[in-house]
């Protein structure tokens, strides 16, 4: 058969095509258990931290959600419950539309949905340096033991530029990310959303 016929070029390209799905398969294959282990320790290290629940490292993480956290009503997302120094709370995982794409947080509240006890940024894809700072200590701390009047926290305009969040816990308002106001907007309405099915799981007690 000669290389430059037709039906050379055919089978040519349709055995490097038939080669690289055998690799990618096999690959695949070969790597699906730790892929499924990182998305476990994943999942398990948001809803630790969302909990405040320390942990060493995965196998701590995963002997420390056995222990104490407990599934919550099977409901659309993920939803979980913790008993932490005898005070009930309910953690949900919620998505929404940020700017760039899909946010999706793990968020731990009282049962009434009304106190916040910790989030944790599980996936989002807004701008390094701007809306990418949803994730950073600074912005997420703000969040933990705030008060959220009505199941609702405020977003205000990004008045953290000079490095100082807003520190009120019972303002039931936190500090957007200066230059993304859409992201922090975004992020807001993520965990307002989340707080409602807080209380909706935790049945407004």
Known sequence: MK???????????FLICAAFVLVLAA???GTKDLVAANKEFATQSAVLG??????????????????????GKAEGFGSWLATIDGTEYVAVEQSGAGLWGAI???????????RVRGIRVVAQNET?????R???????????????PGGRIAMKAGAEAAGAPDADKE??????????????????????AGLKRVEAIGGGK
């Open 3 to 13: 290389k430059d016929s037709i039906p050379y070029v055919v089978a040519f390209t």
């Open 27 to 29: 690959a695949n294959e």
């Open 104 to 114: 999706s947080v793990v968020l731990a509240a009282s049962p009434d949905g009304r």
């Open 50 to 71: 969302a909990f405040g629940i320390p942990y060493s490292d995965a196998s701590g993480a995963a002997a420390a959600f056995a222990s104490s956290v407990r599934p």
């Open 134 to 148: 949803i994730e950073e200590p600074w912005f997420l701390g703000q969040y933990e033991g705030e008060r959220a």
């Open 171 to 192: 303002n039931g308002s936190v500090d957007g990310v200066s230059g993304a106001t859409r992201t922090s907007q975004a992020f807001g309405a993520i965990i307002d």
């Open 128 to 132: 390094p340096g701007l809306g990418g």
